[in-house]
């Protein structure tokens, strides 16, 4: 496992989403390195980590963050995590609640998921995660490197928050084919197979004990001026979390931290320095 490092204090571990790397927090490690030790680990499959072509189910991501911990001699850290990073933070508060102090997750979805009507009116915006999850064409469609540059572009509110040099970090990264199997393999076992199980109520036997702060954006329709918040259908979680408290960020699209890298760094040092 490949990970990078910055400042000095208590651990604050950082888990990247999707199809990125530990690259994604360049804006805000300065900040967030001024008062804790940032750890930014590539998960597996992603970055310079290793890519084996399978074991990228829910249980086997949660175990690779507990080895890293313990290889690194970290008790208790807390998390701020993106996307499947995000997804992955989650499943480590249900898991092994002792070993994370607070949680702060950008864009991505509570294991408690309410099956609300409206939500419906999203689901043809999902079709890359599909397309992308099917055996071979997934692999194909990331090597290509089109489709990853189309994803990160496409749910921001500015496109140009990216730079080409930005873009093209990540994207080389996939033009290995073990790498491209990877993330098609992640989203087979891990993305989709756990929205499904969410959805069916899989996680309500469970409690969120874990303080946690959830930022979200704007559901945006591709490269238009259209754009929708919707903040009912996030609800589901109030019979199962002690502190879970989501917070919308104004004038944002999917990818929070490279578009508003100061409200992450604000409102995650405000929430983790909560008592």
Request: hydrophobic share 40%; aromatic share 10%; net charge negative.
């Amino acid at each position: 496992m490949h990970v990078a490092e910055a400042g000095d204090g208590p651990p604050l571990l950082l888990l990247h989403g999707f199809p990125q790397h530990w690259w994604a927090w360049r804006k805000v490690i300065p900040g967030l390195a001024e008062h804790y030790r940032v750890i930014c680990p590539d998960l597996r499959g992603a970055g310079w980590t290793d890519a084996p072509p399978n074991c990228y189910t829910s249980e086997q991501l949660v175990a690779d963050v507990m080895a890293l911990l313990d290889e690194m001699r970290l008790e208790k850290v807390d998390i701020l995590g993106y996307d499947w990073g995000g997804m992955v933070g989650f499943r480590v508060c249900l898991a092994h609640p002792d070993r994370v102090r607070r949680f702060v997750v950008l864009a991505a979805p509570h294991p408690y998921p309410d099956l609300h009507l409206r939500a419906l009116l999203y689901i043809w915006r999902v079709w890359p995660m599909f397309a992308v999850a099917m055996p071979g064409l997934g692999r194909r469609l990331l090597q290509s490197g089109r489709l990853p540059r189309w994803l990160m572009t496409s749910d921001t509110s500015d496109p140009a928050v990216f730079s080409p040099d930005d873009l093209d970090a990540f994207v080389s990264r996939l033009k290995d084919p073990a790498r491209a199997a990877a993330g098609s393999e992640l989203y087979r076992s891990f993305i989709l197979a756990e929205a499904k199980r969410s959805s069916a109520g899989a996680y309500r036997g469970t409690r969120l004990t874990t303080p946690t702060l959830s930022l979200y954006g704007t559901v945006l329709y591709g490269n238009t001026n259209q754009s929708v918040t919707q903040p009912e259908i996030l609800g589901g979680y109030e019979d199962y979390a002690d502190d879970l408290t989501q917070e919308h960020v104004p004038g944002t699209g999917y990818y929070i931290a490279e578009e508003r890298p100061d409200v992450v760094v604000r409102r995650t040092l405000e929430f983790l320095s909560a008592r």
